[in-house]
């Protein structure tokens, strides 16, 4: 069992930064692919981003490509996601997700969630 805990959400202004922050307790963290997912009212959770393992590979969603940054620590057993040049469509609650698999971290049907943290990005 893994349980994650999001931070860092909050109201920025367009073109503002944030970084989310996802702490993991439990099984190893080393040994699972995170993501990142949001969900905007009235849509579907959609992915953002996800990070292998060891932090070699990582994937993103065309709309983020080049804002959003996906980090990890092992150490601390976090998982990060930087923000910038933010729009006021970014706005949604953010999911981090953990998976076995960097596949698995990149679809809804991911092994494990946390609770999520509101981004709001508005004037």
């Known amino acids: 069992q893994v349980q994650l805990v999001e931070s860092g959400g909050g109201l920025v202004q367009p073109g503002g930064s944030l970084r989310l922050s996802c702490a993991a307790s439990g099984r190893t963290f080393s040994s699972y692919a995170m993501g990142w997912f949001r969900q905007a009212p009235g849509k579907e959770r959609e992915f953002v981003a996800a990070i292998s393992w060891s932090g070699s590979s990582t994937f993103y969603a065309d709309s983020v490509k080049g804002r959003f940054t996906i980090s990890r620590d092992n150490a601390r057993n976090t998982v990060y996601l930087q923000m910038n040049g933010l729009k006021p469509e970014d706005t949604a609650v953010y999911y981090c997700?953990?998976?076995?698999?960097?596949?698995?971290?990149?679809?809804?049907?991911?092994?494990?969630w946390g609770q999520g943290t509101r981004v709001t990005v508005s004037s």
């Open positions: 997700n953990a998976d076995p698999s960097i596949a698995g971290a990149t679809m809804t049907t991911s092994q494990y």
